[in-house]
């Protein structure tokens, strides 16, 4: 391989550009992030309500409604997504 295209390769290098940017993107994340649970928060309760009118009991309609919101559950994807590293 050319010394040339290793330099362009090299992971150390590419850290070194994306650190001086870090912070702003872990902040830019970060308001993703709220704005998205807030959504997810509103959607989740919209989605109850509507288990409920539809005539399913309270506590099913819960139960429903965790799984709708655990769906939405960016760490346990990031978990999933980190387990299939392996396939």
Do not use: C
Not at 25 to 45: N, Q
Not at 46 to 73: C, P
């Amino acid at each position: 391989m050319d010394p040339e295209e290793q330099d362009g390769n090299d992971p150390l290098k590419m850290f070194g550009a994306v650190l001086p940017s870090l912070p702003t993107l872990m902040f830019r994340f970060m308001g993703e992030y709220i704005r998205f649970k807030g959504a997810v928060d509103v959607a989740a309760k919209e989605f109850n309500r509507e288990l409920v009118l539809q005539g399913i009991d309270v506590e099913t309609a819960e139960r429903l409604t965790g799984i709708y919101r655990s769906a939405s559950d960016i760490g346990g994807l990031t978990s999933l997504l980190g387990g299939l590293d392996g396939m």
